[in-house]
């Protein structure tokens, strides 16, 4: 589901003081046939974080493969949170993946800012824009998220005490992919 550079050790192969590459190397293997090199820059400037990925095969048939990155934001009481255009909403099943799409609830809808809801999220969003916004009034702070075109759906997750008891609340997740979760095509 979440692939293998997740768990993985990554070389740093360049670090500079606003930038830094890393690199994850996987050979085929039991578990993955796939032999590929995974490839991310995270550079900072005055008022802005940029990643960039790439992943190339680097061994036998192309990869079916996707990116997703798991940015975890603040969660405090007055937290707003507003989408770019989108299109379905995709409901989770009963396996923790996306299952069926449908019109989002009242209050998964964001096309204003709005306080995400405090209950179990773990639904995508499909045909994203790639922008999104998260606002925290109380600090005077609005961040302004935007993917490239490849990362057309948008994941919004936020755990509950019931499935993990030492969360209160405190972050959630805005995750841009190119796939939806679990390989399967929209």
Not at 128 to 148: F, K, N, S, Y
Request: charged fraction near 25%; aromatic fraction near 14%; proline fraction near 10%.
């Amino acid at each position: 589901l979440h692939g293998d550079a997740w768990l993985g050790e990554w070389d740093i192969d360049e670090q500079a003081a606003t930038t830094i590459r890393l690199s994850f190397r996987h050979p085929a293997d039991d578990v993955s046939p796939y032999a590929y090199t995974a490839e991310q820059r995270i550079s900072l400037e005055a008022d802005s974080l940029s990643c960039a990925f790439a992943v190339t095969a680097t061994e036998g048939s192309p990869l079916p493969f996707g990116i997703g990155h798991h940015p975890y934001f603040p969660l405090r009481p007055g937290t707003r949170l507003r989408l770019g255009k989108t299109g379905n909403f995709w409901c989770e099943g009963f396996d923790y993946l996306p299952d069926r799409p449908m019109a989002p609830p009242a209050d998964l809808r964001f096309q204003d800012f709005a306080e995400p809801p405090r209950r179990r999220i773990n639904n995508m969003y499909a045909d994203w824009d790639g922008q999104a916004w998260v606002r925290w009034p109380d600090e005077g702070i609005t961040l302004h998220m935007q993917a490239d075109p490849i990362f057309s759906r948008l994941m919004l997750f936020i755990n509950t005490p019931e499935r993990d008891p030492s969360y209160r609340f405190e972050y959630f997740c805005l995750e841009p992919m190119t796939h939806r979760p679990g390989g399967q095509a929209t």
